[in-house]
């Protein structure tokens, strides 16, 4: 078991940048993949990063380019580094096992980070 607790929301204008953090109760390094999901009103939750201990990424293509995961195994962190923050990014943001193929764990889901993205 493992908690997880998200935090670095806000509301932030089009274009600006935003970095999410999410803190593990336990090692991190022991957590193969772990990603950054969202969900928007009205929408399904999605995968939009995902890293792995051995240092591969992944990410959805709406934010490829714009978004970075991260890990620090020594702060048992994970990141999600946003930038050129479009009106479609506002969502509240979770952590979670995160790989595409691989299921979250319901019982690791928090209470997420809101980011809101407006003029």
């Known amino acids: 078991q493992v908690q997880l607790v998200e935090s670095g929301g806000g509301l932030v204008q089009p274009g600006g940048s935003l970095r999410l953090s999410c803190a593990a109760s336990r090692n991190i390094s022991l957590i193969y993949a772990m990603g950054w999901y969202r969900q928007a009103p009205g929408k399904q939750r999605e995968l939009v990063a995902a890293?792995?201990?051995?240092?591969?990424?992944k990410y959805a293509d709406s934010v490829k380019g714009r978004f970075t995961i991260s890990r620090d195994a020594a702060k048992n962190a994970v990141y999600l580094q946003m930038n050129s923050l479009k009106p479609e990014d506002a969502a509240v943001y979770y952590c979670?096992?995160?790989?595409?193929?691989?299921?979250?764990?319901?019982?690791?889901w928090g209470q997420g980070t809101r980011v809101t993205v407006s003029s």
């Open positions: 979670n096992i995160g790989w595409p193929g691989l299921a979250p764990r319901s019982e690791y």
């Open positions: 890293s792995t201990t051995a240092g591969s990424t």
